[in-house]
C-alpha cells in the first residue's frame, strides 16, 4: 500500500482508501487499521472530506523498510534478548549480529528503490 502511495507521491495528491483497497486486494477495514499506525508514526498523512485520502509524508526515498517495520512491527527489529542461562549469552550475541545485519539492509530499501518501472517503454 505505501507502494501505491510512493507512485503517486507529489506530495500534494491524495489516494483514496478503497482504490489502495482494491489496487492491494485487501479490506478497507484491515487497511484502515495499519493507515491509522503509519499516520501516528508520521509516514502517512490523511485528509478528510469528500476529495479525501491519504498520501505519503515524505519522500519515497527518505522512507525506508526500517521505517515501516519500526511503525509496524517494532518487535521485528529489536536487538533484545535474554542472556539467561547456560545458552543465553551464545544466542543473545547471535541474534545481536542477525538483528545488526537485517536492519542495516532495511534501512538501505527504500519505497523510491522498490517503485514500480514502467521499463522505458514507448508507445506509439
Known amino acids: 500500500m505505501l507502494l501505491q502511495l510512493a507512485d503517486r507521491h507529489d506530495g500534494e495528491t491524495v489516494t483514496r482508501l478503497e482504490t ?23 509516514l502517512v498523512e490523511s485528509k478528510r472530506g469528500k476529495q479525501g485520502g491519504y498520501l505519503l509524508a515524505s519522500d519515497p526515498a527518505q ?10 512491527e517494532p518487535g521485528l527489529i529489536e536487538k533484545s534478548v535474554s542472556d539467561n542461562g547456560e545458552s543465553g549469552g551464545a544466542l543473545r550475541a547471535a541474534w545481536e549480529t542477525t538483528s545488526e545485519l537485517l536492519n542495516d539492509h532495511l534501512k538501505s530499501v527504500t519505497l523510491a528503490s522498490l517503485k514500480k518501472d514502467d521499463g522505458g517503454m514507448f508507445y506509439i
Not at 492491494?24 to 495499519?34: A, H, M, N, T, Y
Open 63 to 72: 522512507v525506508s523498510l526500517y521505517d515501516i517495520a519500526a511503525a509496524m
Open 20 to 42: 489502495l483497497a482494491q489496487r492491494e486486494d485487501v479490506s478497507s477495514s484491515f487497511l484502515v487499521q495499519i493507515l491509522n499506525d503509519l499516520r501516528r508514526a508520521g
